[in-house]
Nanobody, 120 residues
Framework: QVQLVESGGGLVQAGGSLRLSCAAS????????MGWYRQAPGKQRELVAGITAGGSTNYGDSVKGRFTISRDNAKNTVYLQMNSLKPEDTAVYHC??????????????WGKGTLVTVSS
């Protein structure tokens, strides 16, 4: 079993910043890619940002230049620093982690989500 615990969501005014965290724990042998997705009401889930085990990153077009993804491998944690937030960033943000378990099974794990609300 692998558990993901997200934190850092909340209410912020447009132009403000938030930092999301997602810590993975459980039967982890190694962590491969990590990332953040978001889903706004009435919309499909979309990629926000991803980071590979080697540290390569990719971002959704709408957040490039404003959001930064990083990871702390010692803590099995991925972060999302969100700056210059806009009302259209309002969504539930989900952590996604690709884990090799101690049984050498590859698991694609999702967090329950944390709500980010940006007021205008």
């Amino acid at each position: 079993q692998v558990q993901l615990v997200e934190s850092g969501g909340g209410l912020v005014q447009a132009g403000g910043s938030l930092r999301l965290s997602c810590a993975a724990s459980g039967s982890i042998f190694s962590i491969n890619a990590m990332g953040w997705y978001r889903q706004a009401p009435g919309k499909q889930r979309e990629l926000v940002a991803g980071i590979t085990a080697g540290g390569s990153t990719n971002y959704g077009d709408s957040v490039k230049g404003r959001f930064t993804i990083s990871r702390d491998n010692a803590k099995n944690t991925v972060y999302l620093q969100m700056n210059s937030l806009k009302p259209e960033d309002t969504a539930v943000y989900h952590c996604n982690v690709l884990v090799t378990t101690t049984n050498f099974t590859l698991m694609n794990c999702w967090g329950k989500g944390t709500l980010v609300t940006v007021s205008s």
